[in-house]
């Protein structure tokens, strides 16, 4: 073995005797009390992060058009929630296109958990599949029993969940002291009626105030329940850079109806509202995560999620502890440049892991070089399947321990040094931000 080699054996070591965060996933319907679905390896791999890859080397949208039954699962899928088994026509209709795909990283981290977990090394799928397949199926028959399973096999101490969207947190998950949750306060601010019934049911609200007061209940209701956080995902939508409107700008486009303003009317009311947001985070003292850079699925616009766009609010909020998610990739120089900033932001590698394992470890390499190791998150799942997310642990760790070797090699860091920076990015500075 070489130096390299043992001084990452060694620190991986040690890392496993550390207390994992999960800073971020949504592992809600395997967490669900009672089983409603199980997964066999088609859904296995279509519903993972690998979907956009399958759809940007071929795969036509419409495999994925949504079922009228069954709310975020794909028609083709509908099988599994009817206890059916369609999956030698799904997998013949799949397996082309992950033929294509299967030098990209969202395609084989998944390839950890089916070697690990199920004992597969063929990684080419030939006749060998649907036993396979039955495999994981078998295993998903008693999900959340499952997915717990696998979080005490790697030592997950907590999990960050967002589940529940804008709404209350979601009770229908397994009790177990090991799950916290954020909610999403995003239907307030773009307005979402719908969303916003999650908390004040079908109450009217008629004025900007009586809006306002809507979402001072939704916080004071999400902190009693012990929502540990708020996340927004509005990077999907529009661009996150949120400018200083007047209050009387929003009340008239709130007044005349949000339905009918104009995309600017809009834009103008979501500004102030995410302002509105900002200052209960700031009141109600918990952390706000905010998703920036690379969006999940296809055809979005990246430089939207900037995380530089976030710049004034960090600055006008500095009571507000910002978890700037995914690390911003591409921009994972930009968000350490916030993080070196600003004392309330901090930079998060959830999801960054399998978006690209390389750029994983030049942004540790860099961020540990510029930013105080207290305001990093190294990890967090960001899955809905339990096995991706024991894949996705595994391929962190293995990257952090080789970023941290190759300094105790490099001789800028002592061993010492190196293992309080684990054990900080892993775990302790979550346990202290969130108050786990
Ligand atoms: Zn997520």
Redesign the pocket.
């Known amino acids: 073995m070489g130096r390299l080699s043992s001084l990452k054996a060694e620190i991986l070591e040690a890392m496993d005797g550390f207390r994992v965060v999960d800073h971020?996933?949504?592992l809600r319907e395997v967490l669900f009390k009672r089983c409603l679905m199980e997964i066999d390896l088609p859904f296995f791999f279509a519903r993972g992060y690998v979907r956009s890859d399958l759809v940007s080397s071929g795969l036509p949208d419409s495999f994925y058009e949504p079922s009228e039954d069954y709310p975020n699962m794909p028609k083709v899928f509908s099988y599994l929630m009817e206890g059916r088994d369609e999956s030698e026509k799904t997998w013949s209709r799949l397996k082309p296109y992950l033929e294509r795909v299967r030098n990209t990283i969202y395609y084989r981290y998944l390839l950890i958990a089916l070697r690990d977990l199920y004992g597969f090394e063929d990684e080419g799928f030939g006749e060998n599949w649907k036993e396979l397949s039955d495999k994981v199926r078998a295993k998903s028959r008693d999900n959340p029993k499952w997915a717990l399973e696998l979080m005490e096999k790697t030592n997950i101490h907590r999990v960050i969940l967002?589940v529940a969207g804008t709404g209350p947190p979601s009770t229908e998950i397994v009790e177990d002291e090991r799950f916290v949750q954020v909610v999403r306060m995003d239907g307030f601010i773009t307005g979402d009626a719908n969303a916003v019934k999650n908390f004040v049911g079908n109450e009217p609200l008629k004025t900007l105030d009586e809006y306002l007061e809507a979402l001072d209940d939704a916080f004071e209701r999400s902190v009693k329940a012990g929502v540990v956080g708020i996340k927004s995902?509005l990077a999907y939508q529009r661009v996150i850079e949120y400018r200083e409107v007047p209050r009387c700008k929003a009340e008239r486009v709130f007044k005349k109806g949000l339905e009918k303003a104009s995309l600017e009317g809009k834009r103008f009311f979501q500004d102030f509202m995410m302002h509105e947001v900002c200052k209960r985070c700031s009141e109600y003292r918990v952390p706000f995560q905010i998703?920036t850079g690379i969006q999940?699925g296809n055809y979005n616009t990246i430089r939207n999620a900037d995380p530089t766009h976030l710049t004034n609010l960090l600055r006008k909020y500095p009571d507000v502890k910002f978890d700037i998610?995914h690390g911003g990739y591409p921009y994972f120089r930009e968000a350490g440049i916030l993080a070196k900033y600003f004392p309330n932001a901090y930079v998060d590698g959830?999801?960054l892991t399998h978006i690209s394992p390389s750029a994983y470890k030049e942004a540790l390499n860099e961020w540990l070089e510029i930013v105080p190791a207290t305001k990093i998150f190294a990890w967090?799942g960001?899955h809905v399947i339990p096995e991706h997310t024991y894949a996705s642990l595994k391929l962190a760790k293995n990257l952090i321990a080789e970023v941290l070797a190759q300094k105790v090699l490099s001789g800028s860091f002592s061993m010492k040094t190196a293992l309080w920076v684990a054990g900080r990015i892993m775990g302790e500075n979550a346990v202290e931000v969130y108050g786990l």
């Open positions: 971020h996933d949504h967002d995902g998703h999940a998610f959830c999801w967090g960001d």
